[in-house]
């Protein structure tokens, strides 16, 4: 799956503007799918401590190349099964963070069934002056809610949160910092000091970006409703490349280079990407490009 998110990312950004953010004992086995990513650009978490940490470093990495960088996240352990449109929608998201620069765009997929393993976005009002489909304030935000819940959650209109997001990494951090200021000041000086962050992760709390963050900042969201993309989060099976075999069964695209800039029902179109995107593997895993 790692392979089939760098081939996404290959839709909007190069390999020079890819970085890797990566559990220790996945590099091994991630080391011969990440192509042409220069080796400098992967970063290596000593330890998983949940989604919160990792995504933390890899933005202060991306803060140090460009403090004016506009961000996408792409969970690498997602199924994608027509790629074009999907990122389409990534692309209305980037446009609705160029025009309203405080807010974080995330992108909700349109629910099929009950599933209390997903997270929940409520949409609000629609937002003013989209130029397309459907994009909403977020009312409410729910981490993997009990059967019960998301079943009422579906009635009302709910969009489950795929975790892909779009926003200027300083806008992030100025959140983060507001809302989790401990969390950020572990960082402090030891992004670029391999034993150092080695010594901060020994004692490091996990946290969840979504529960522990997001959910806590639902007037910073809106959520772009995401149709006709065959999206599915495949994360709870195990790690980011578990299902690897799979998505090429199911017309999921593999290595970065050989992917042709081509997605399940045809060409991905080459747009240009005035700043960063980020896969984020399950377990540990972050992929990040970004402008430079």
Avoid at 14 to 32: E, N
Avoid at 57 to 80: E, I, K, M
Wanted: aromatic share 6%.
């Amino acid at each position: 799956m790692l392979q089939a998110a760098l081939c996404r990312a290959e839709g909007f950004t190069t390999a020079a503007r890819t970085f890797v953010i990566i559990k220790r004992d996945h590099l091994p086995l991630a080391s011969t799918q990440l192509g042409a990513v220069p080796e400098r650009n992967v970063i290596v978490q000593p330890e998983n401590r949940d989604t919160g940490p990792g995504l933390l470093l890899s933005l202060l990495h991306v803060l140090r190349r460009d403090p004016a960088a506009l961000l996408a996240v792409l969970p690498s352990d997602h199924y994608v099964g027509d790629e074009a449109a999907f990122l389409t929608h990534v692309d209305r998201a980037a446009e609705i963070v160029r025009r309203l620069p405080d807010k974080i765009a995330l992108i909700g997929i349109p629910p099929d069934r009950v599933e209390p393993g997903y997270g929940y976005v409520l949409p609000a009002l629609p937002l003013a002056g989209a130029t397309s489909a459907a994009a909403f304030h977020v009312a409410t935000f729910y981490e993997k809610p009990a059967t019960d819940v998301a079943a009422r959650l579906l009635t009302q209109g709910a969009l489950w949160n795929s975790f892909v997001m779009v926003f200027r990494v300083s806008r992030m951090l100025e959140l983060l910092q507001r809302h989790l200021p401990d969390r950020v000041v572990r960082f402090d000086g030891v992004v670029d000091d391999a034993a150092a962050l080695e010594h901060v992760y020994r004692d490091l709390p996990p946290w969840n970006f979504c529960r522990d963050f997001l959910h806590h900042v639902p007037e910073h969201l809106v959520v772009v409703r995401a149709d006709g993309t065959g999206w599915s989060d495949w994360g709870d099976a195990g790690s980011g490349n578990a299902h690897d075999g799979g998505a090429r069964r199911r017309g999921g695209l593999a290595r970065p280079s050989p992917c042709g800039g081509t997605g399940r029902r045809g060409p991905i179109p080459n747009r240009p990407w005035s700043g960063p995107a980020s896969v984020r593997c399950h377990d540990g895993c972050d992929l990040i490009a970004g402008a430079q």
